[in-house]
């Protein structure tokens, strides 16, 4: 895509950032076809290629967004699948980062769409906020249909208490300290807490370091890790999301620095693919850009640390899988058939759904924020799962579990959750 940034321009860090991405499209429109949004609207302005002409004219002429690019901004997932189709190259990734950034600082959205969002990033990044947060949505539930009536703050609002658990969790086995390993030891690994996971399901992290620890692996947990920052970017909110990706690269850093980290684990793929994105966010602050390179050079989805340890591989047992591979797994950090390895290793048979390309519409706030295209998402996802009669749904992201849930009785579950108990842990109390 040929480009007209003037040299004034080019001093900007953000139109440098941006320039040479745009320039690598060349307008084939494969992203098209993979374009989750695009898929079900059939607006050029909502797929990539139409995205990336936004933009371009936007910062090529350094205005303000405007109300209708921010409305096909907003409508964009960021589930990558146009970087996995894309032959040129294009990172779609940064260039749509870049622009919700200058989104945020330049357009001014109707109060109630500043309030909402506002909502969103005071609470969701912050365990115990959104604790008491999911308290008051168990008990403001039936409100939830006269909300829906209520405009788009209200629709959004409805979609906030229908994501809600229904009760509180089961609380963590762990206390928030290091556990050692049953044996000898073979590795050491901080593993990332999380905000929403550790209130929605600790069993998660719970069924990680209990199968970490039994294969002769230490876990840190840090007392003073804090949110990851991937939610608060998603918004647009560039230097809340910098400010909480500094603190866990200190957090981190001081584990590095003392114990010493073989990895660090995280088992929420959403924050996976922003903490191996952390060197590219901080890259020109420096007092921080190198040890964020560091960070993100340990930072490892859960499934690919425990394929570093060989586990055993178990006798076949009498469990169909459907594996839901999240949009931040495949197409963010570009893990595709490793969880599935695992799992079949384990004795589970694992079956692929159609149109596993296609994101099931939680992507962040973006099922709160979008709830109408999440829910038709939701119900192609629901259906092309049940295509494949499973007995559990696998995946490896919280978001993508809570927006699944059952699909005809067939529990959506963590894949190290399953992988726990396959290798002599608690069975998940759904199934």
Known sequence: MQTHFSPERLKDPRVAAVEPILRKCVHCGFCTATCPTF???????????GRIYLIKEMLEADRPADAETVRHLDRCLSCLSCMTTCPSGVNYMHLVDEARAHVEETFARPPADRAVRALLAAVLPHPGRFRLATRAARLARPLAPLLAKMGEAGARLAAMLALAPSGAPKPTQFPQEAVKPAGARRARVAILGGCAQKSLRPAINDAAI???????????QPKDEGCCGALVHHLGREEEAKAQARH????????????????????????????????YMLRDDPAYAAKAAK????????????ASLKLAPLAPRNMVLAYHSA????????????????????????RDPPEGHLCCGSAGTYNILQPEIASRLRARKIANIRSVAPDAVATGNIGCMTQIGEVDGAPALHTVELLDWAYGGEKPAEL
């Open 248 to 279: 866990d690269v200190d957090v981190w850093t001081r584990e590095i620095e003392g114990g010493g980290l073989d990895a660090i684990v995280v088992t929420a793929s959403g924050c996976g693919t922003v903490i191996k994105d952390y060197g």
């Open 295 to 306: 960070v993100s050079a340990l930072a490892k989805d859960v499934t690919e640390f425990l």
């Open 39 to 49: 898929t079900l609207l059939g607006d050029e302005l909502d797929s990539p290629r």
């Open 210 to 220: 209990r199968l970490l620890t039994r294969h002769g692996v230490e876990v840190v």
């Open 327 to 350: 949009c931040s797994m495949q197409h963010g950090q570009k893990i595709t058939s490793l969880p599935k390895e695992l799992l079949r290793a384990a004795g589970f048979e694992v």
